[in-house]
C-alpha cells in the first residue's frame, strides 16, 4: 500500500483494523455504528484533499480513496458479524477496489502501454475473483464433509444408546445430540 496521499489517521485506522482483523463478530452495535461514522468522515476527508489535484492524479486519488473507504466499510462489517459472507464480501470489495485503482492508474498510458496495464489489471482482478471462488468450494466441501462426518458419529452415539434404557438412555441420547449438534 503506498502512503502517497495518505493521512497518518487514515494509517493508524487502517492498522488499527487489521489488528482486528483476527477477532470477528466482536463488535458490539454502538462502537460498530461509531467506527462506520469515522471511517465515513475519514474517507470523505482523503477525496475532499484529491481536491488539490488535477487530471487523471485526481481520478487516481479519488479511486484510491473510494476504494480504501469500501474496504474499511466490508472489513468493519466482517468485524461486527463474522459470518463468511461479509468475509467473502470484504474480499470481494479489496480486489475489486485494486482492480477500479489499476484500471484509473492505466489512463495515464497510452497505445500498447495502456492495453497491456489494462490487461495485467483485468489479468490479476480474474485471479483474485477465480481464487476467492475456488476458496468458497473448498470451504463448503469441508462444511458439507463436517456434516456427514457428524451425523455418522451420531448414527453410532445414538446406537449405543440404545442398549440403555429409561433416564439413563434419554440422558445419552440427549449427550449425543448435543455432542454432535444434531
Excluded: W
Aim: net charge positive; charged share 35%; with cysteine.
Amino acid at each position: 500500500m503506498t502512503t502517497r496521499n495518505t493521512s497518518p489517521r487514515l494509517l493508524l485506522a487502517v492498522i488499527l483494523a487489521g489488528m482486528a482483523g483476527a477477532a470477528s463478530a466482536n463488535l458490539t452495535k454502538p462502537v460498530y455504528s461509531a467506527a462506520k461514522d469515522e471511517v465515513k468522515a475519514m474517507f470523505k476527508t482523503e477525496r475532499d484533499g484529491c481536491d488539490k489535484l488535477s487530471g487523471n492524479a485526481k481520478d487516481v486519488c479519488v479511486e484510491r480513496a473510494k476504494g480504501q473507504e469500501k474496504v474499511a466499510l466490508a472489513h468493519l462489517e466482517y468485524q461486527y458479524t463474522g459470518t463468511t459472507k461479509d468475509r467473502n464480501d470484504y474480499l470481494e470489495a479489496r480486489y475489486e477496489a485494486k482492480y477500479k485503482l489499476a484500471k484509473e492508474m492505466c489512463d495515464d498510458k497510452s497505445g500498447n502501454g495502456k492495453d497491456v496495464c489494462m490487461a495485467d489489471a483485468k489479468a490479476a482482478h480474474d485471479k483474485a475473483k477465480a481464487d476467492l471462488k475456488a476458496n468458497k468450494a473448498i470451504a463448503e466441501a469441508q462444511n458439507d464433509q463436517m456434516e456427514a462426518k457428524l451425523k455418522a458419529d451420531y448414527k453410532a452415539a445414538n446406537e449405543r444408546c440404545d442398549s440403555l434404557s429409561g433416564d439413563a438412555k434419554d440422558s445419552c441420547q440427549a449427550s449425543a445430540k448435543a455432542r454432535y449438534f444434531q
